[in-house]
């Protein structure tokens, strides 16, 4: 199926050009590949993974990381009292095995955040964080990760049985 729309869009590109020389017909495989890869799935054993999806996850997930970093630099750099340490369960909604891995993995990851333990039924992670004044913001933050992990490397079905609430994550942050 993707080489069919592949073929259409070189027949679309070399229609725009008017001339089927060697140099448009290369670029224009080159660009049904970049359009396909962009916005198609592929499929690796069980996790699926949507380019778009996955770079607004990673991009997410790097500037929590700067975040967690400078947290943590400013306990280690100035205490100022007592660490608000501690651990939470934060049950995940829409994850399949390899979603919740991804999650978890992010989670370990970050500076300050640690998975301490992954409970199945009901899926469940266990977090220890370095800075837990708001326990809602944690949970938040990770609830986010875990719907941008799923819009990335979720099923069809896991991406459908997202929330409404969840439709916005991240862009409105």
Known sequence: MRAVRVVLVVALWVGMWGDATPANLISGVALGLLIVASFDTWRHGRLVVRPI????FAGYFAVKLVE???VVARTVIAPRGAVHTGIIALPLRECSDAVATVVADAISLTPGTLTLEVRRDPLTLYVHAIDLRDVEKVR???RTLEVLAVRAFGSPEAV??????????WETR
Do not use: C, K
């Open 160 to 169: 459908a049985g997202l929330a409404e609430d969840d439709s916005r994550a």
């Open 68 to 70: 967690a970093t400078l």
């Open 53 to 56: 999806a996955a770079a607004r």
């Open 140 to 142: 938040a933050d990770i």
